[in-house]
C-alpha cells in the first residue's frame, strides 16, 4: 500500500468527519427552542411533576422577558396546585411584583389580556391596604369588621308568588336561613334575565331587550332601577344586548354563549368581547348556543363550581356531538369539567337541574317528579361536598321554561 493511497484515504475520513460536523451545526440551528409561551404552557401541564416545573421556572428566568425577575424562594416553592395557564400567570406576577403589561402578556400567553391586568391592579391595591393596616392597628381594628363575609339576599319578582310552587320555593329558604325578598315593577317572574350581573366586585348592568319577546314587549323590564336601589352598590352599564341567564360568572372568567354576537350585530365580536372583559373584569369564554333552547341561555348548560372548575349539563345523554364542542370551547379554560349523567333515567325536563340556585354556601337543586331528581342531588352533592343540597319542587316554573336560577337574582353588598 503506497502513501498516496493512505493520504487519500485519510483525507476521505477528514472530509467526512468535517461534513458530519456541518450538518450537525446546521440541523442544531433549525431546531426551533422553545419560546416563552410553550414554557409557559408546560406549567400547566397535569404531566409534569412540580420539580420539573420548578426547572420550566428556572429556564423562564433565564430566557424569557421576565428574566431575573422570578425569586428564588418563588421557585423553590412553586406548587401547581391544579391552576390554568391564566391563573398561574396572574400568581406568578403577584407574588413577584411584575406588572402584566402587554408585552409581558404577549410574550408568555401570546395574547393581550386587560382582564389580568386589571386583576392584578385590583389585587396591588388590596396589598397595600393590607400593608397599612399591619401599620395602624386601629386601620387593622377597622378593617376586621369590613372583611366580614359578604351579605347575600335573594330576589324573586313579585309574580312568582302565584305559582304553586313559591310555597316550596319560601320553605326550603326559611328552612335554611337564607335571606329573600320580592322585587316590584318586573315584568315577568325571570328575574336572572333583566337583573345585573356581579363581578369584579361590582354590578354589571346590560341592555335587556331580548329577540324572542320582541312580539311581546310588554314583558321587557328595562328599567332595573325601578326595580331595586342600587344607590349603595357599586355598578357599570355596557351597551349590549344580554340576558343574565347567558351570564354564568367563573372569578375570572365568564362564560357566555355565541348568541351574545348574534343579538349584538353592530358590533364586531372583538369589540363584543372587549367590552364584557372591560365591564366584568373577567376572559370571556364563549360556548356553542345550544340550538334546542331558543334562549341561548348558559345557565342550562354550564355552572361554575370552583377554581378552574366547571359543571356541564347531561349532554351525555342527549347530543354527544354537542357535548365535545362544548369540552373544546371549555377544556382551554378550565382544568377540571364535571358532568350530570341520567342515563335510562333522562326525561325532557331533566335539562333543569342544573338550573339550580346557589346562595352562600347552599345549593336548591329543581325537582320534578321525574326518575332523574335523586340521580340529580346525588351527582351534585358530590361535585360539592362543601355545600348542603337542596331538593325543591318547581314544575310549575319549570313547564314555563325556566327553574330556580332564571327566577332568582343574587344581591351581594358588604
Known sequence: MDIEYIIGIVAGIFGILTGVAWLHGVLKKRVKPKCSNDLFKELANKQLTDAKKKKILVKLNKKSIIKGRLSQEYIDGFQWNNRGVEKLFLDLCDANHIEPTDDICLDLLAARMPSLQKKYKENSKQGEVKEEEKESPEVAECNSTQSMPMKETVYFSEYITA???????????????????????????????????????????????PDYLQESKEYITDNVNDVFDFSKDSMVNIDLIIDGGNIIVC??????????????????????VQIIEDAFSAKLVVIPWDREEEYGHADGMVRYVSDNHVLINNYKDIDPELRQKILDALTPHFSQISELEYGSAQRVDSWAHINYLQVNDIIFVPQLGIPSDPLAIEQISKIFPSYKVVPVEVKGIVKKGGALNCVSWNHIES
Not at 320553605?171 to 315577568?188: F, R
Not at 363581578?199 to 335587556?208: H, I, L, M
Request: hydrophobic share 35%.
Open 163 to 209: 305559582y304553586k310552587c313559591w310555597n316550596n320555593i319560601k320553605e326550603a329558604l326559611e328552612a335554611h336561613g337564607v335571606s329573600y325578598g320580592l322585587l316590584p315593577n318586573t315584568k315577568d317572574i325571570w328575574a336572572r334575565d333583566y337583573m345585573p350581573a356581579f363581578s369584579g366586585g361590582r354590578f354589571v348592568a346590560y341592555k335587556y331587550n
Open 251 to 272: 372569578d375570572d372568567k365568564i362564560i357566555m354563549t355565541d348568541k351574545i354576537f348574534v343579538e349584538n350585530p353592530d358590533y364586531t365580536k372583538e369589540q363584543v
